[in-house]
Each structure stands twice: as C-alpha cells, then as structure tokens.
C-alpha cells in the first residue's frame, strides 16, 4: 500500500502561482512513477504531468507546458507540482498517484494509488 496526501490547494487570482505538494508514506516511493490529475465538476480526470522514478523524465499535458513544472524528492518521499500563470480553466481538484511503471503515465488507468485531491480554484 501507498498513501498519498495532497496540500498546497487554495484560492489564487489569475496569473498567481500555487505549489502543490503530495506525501507518500508506505511502500518504497522510488518503485513509483509519479503523476498528477486534474478534475474539474462536470469533466473527467484529466492528466497534467508525470515524473519517472528517478525525476529524470517528466511530461506534461499541453495545457501544463510552459506554465506547470513537476518535480519530486525521492529522500522525502515527496512530488511537488508548481503552478505558475494560473487561469480561471486551471480550477479543479488535483490528485496526485502512484504508478507502479517507472515513467509514469498520461493514462489514469495505470495508477495503482491516489490521494484524496487538493482544490485549486482561480479567480478572474
């Protein structure tokens, strides 16, 4: 088992930042590839950016690039997901997960674990 516990949501105004954070406790995080989700009322759960085991690889959905950077730290068993220039389409629930895949995934189906989600709500 993993746990996973997101911090970091809150309310920003457009063009703001926000860092998330998840904490992982369990079984050996660096087994995991790393990803974070997004979803908005009404929508699926949409990908935003996934890190290898080590944090070597990261990728992002088109929506995060430029403006979103994934990044984790294997010794305290932490992902972060930094969000900068935030728009009001950024609200939604963020979740991070563990996927037992070395690279991670733009697939939700290949994580194993989740944590409860953090929201991110941006004003106009």
């Known amino acids: 088992q993993v746990q996973l516990v997101e911090s970091g949501g809150g309310l920003v105004q457009a063009g703001g930042s926000l860092r998330l954070s998840c904490a992982a406790s369990g079984r050996t995080f660096t087994n995991y590839g790393m990803g974070w989700f997004r979803q908005a009322p009404g929508n699926e759960r949409d990908f935003v950016a996934a890190i290898s085991t080590s944090g070597g690889i990261t990728y992002y959905a088109d929506s995060a690039k430029g403006r979103f950077t994934i990044s984790r730290d294997n010794a305290k068993k932490s992902v972060f997901l930094q969000m900068s220039n935030l728009r009001p389409e950024d609200t939604a629930i963020y979740y991070c997960?563990?996927?037992?895949?070395?690279?991670?995934?733009?697939?939700?189906?290949?994580?194993?674990?989740w944590g409860q989600g953090t929201q991110v709500t941006v004003s106009s």
């Open positions: 997960a563990a996927d037992p895949g070395a690279y991670g995934s733009r697939r939700s189906s290949t994580y194993e674990y």
